[in-house]
T-cell receptor, first 110, second 111 residues
């Protein structure tokens, strides 16, 4: 069983709409949590990084939240654009290790 | 892609062949990693290297080999012992602060 679970597996939204992606993890000891965006056939690119003490981190239209008590994180995308179509991967960095979620495939349609 | 290059972008392998995937970084990072990505699954760690001339097996090292003769280079060889090598391969490098940068990837297909 993957120790970093992402939901939904895939999502289709209309351009301009907002969406929220979820990441639940069970691993520890926690160091930090990252959200990556991966375009098809490309390497992942870091969007946000949050440490244990941070609850929210924004990067433009992307806002990540973290609840270290419940071990849940979310990535909220505001006013989606066609270029947001990609896979979004949640990665939990432990002390000396890391665990990857399987990703959420987001498709933004005009 | 953060100063990490991978080549080739696409690679085709015949049954029984060994192939080598290149990964180069100019970020002066000590640590480098190789991951395999399959549809619907998270990235899985193949090998990693924390320092030149040293490397460690990851979760799925069987059928793969690596070398780290230079800080900038971490090539991955997919051997004929890897029974299901068709996948997307990602190389990454990392600073001491857990900041990991990924290359653009190589898609390997077995013919």
């Amino acid at each position: 069983k993957n120790q970093v679970e992402q939901s939904p597996q895939s999502l289709i939204i209309l351009e301009g709409k907002n969406c929220t992606l979820q990441c639940n993890y069970t691993v520890s000891p926690f160091s930090n949590l990252r959200w990556y965006k991966q375009d098809t056939g490309r390497g992942p690119v870091s969007l946000t990084i949050m440490t244990f003490s941070e609850n929210t981190k924004s990067n433009g239209r992307y806002t990540a939240t973290l609840d270290a008590d419940t071990k849940q994180s979310s990535l909220h995308i505001t006013a989606s654009q066609l270029s947001d179509s990609a896979s979004y991967i949640c990665v939990v960095f432990l002390l000396g290790d890391m665990r990857f979620g399987a990703g959420t495939r987001l498709t933004v349609k005009p | 892609d953060g100063g990490i290059t991978q080549s080739p972008k696409y690679l085709f392998r015949k049954e029984g062949q060994n192939v080598t995937l290149s990964c180069e970084q100019n970020l002066n990072h000590d640590a480098m990693y190789w991951y395999r990505q399959d549809p619907g699954q998270g990235l899985r760690l193949i090998y990693y290297s924390q320092i030149v001339n040293d490397f460690q097996k990851g979760d799925i090292a069987e059928g793969y080999s690596v070398s780290r003769e230079k800080k900038e280079s971490f090539p991955l060889t997919v051997t004929s012992a890897q029974k299901n090598p068709t996948a997307f391969y990602l190389c990454a490098s990392q600073t001491g602060a857990d900041t990991q940068y990924f290359g653009p990837g190589t898609r390997l297909t077995v013919l």
